[in-house]
């Protein structure tokens, strides 16, 4: 079973960018679609993109378009999130997720809870206006 493990977060102001990378151990990552996610205070866990093993075609929340884009750093069995012009409402623990059931679709991505399997343990990402 792959294990992953997110890393990058931190603090910045407004208008600044932040590259969260989620690492893996155990197995490749190169057929897992995969997922990020965010959790603030007191609200529910919700989806922010996600991208397909195969192709990597990339999905994601209307509210992040523009802003967020997921990539894959294969040499480094990481996949990344790259967040620019944040806002203070971006203020949560943000976690990657990995799905590892075969779906036979290569360029399909997923975009809820349930659908993954394998979660990271989350970062901390705090914007200040």
């Known amino acids: 079973q792959v294990q992953l493990v997110e890393s990058g977060g931190g603090s910045v102001q407004a208008g600044g960018s932040l590259r969260l990378s989620c690492a893996a151990s ?3 990552l190169t057929t897992y679609p995969m997922g990020w996610f965010r959790q603030a205070p007191g609200k529910e866990r919700e989806f922010l993109g996600a991208i397909s093993w195969g192709r990597n075609n990339t999905y994601y929340a209307d509210f992040v378009k523009g ?27 943000y976690y990657c997720a990995g799905r ?27 914007v200040s206006s």
Do not use: H
């Not at 360029?107 to 990271?120: A, F, H, L, P």
């Open 26 to 28: 155990g197995r490749t």
């Open 67 to 93: 802003r967020f884009t997921i990539s894959r750093a294969n040499a480094r069995n990481a996949v990344t999130l790259q967040m620019n012009v944040l806002k203070p409402e971006d203020t949560a623990v």
């Open 100 to 126: 590892s059931m075969y779906s036979g679709i290569s360029t399909r991505t997923y975009s809820k809870n349930e659908e993954y399997d394998v979660w990271g343990q989350g970062t901390q990402v705090t």
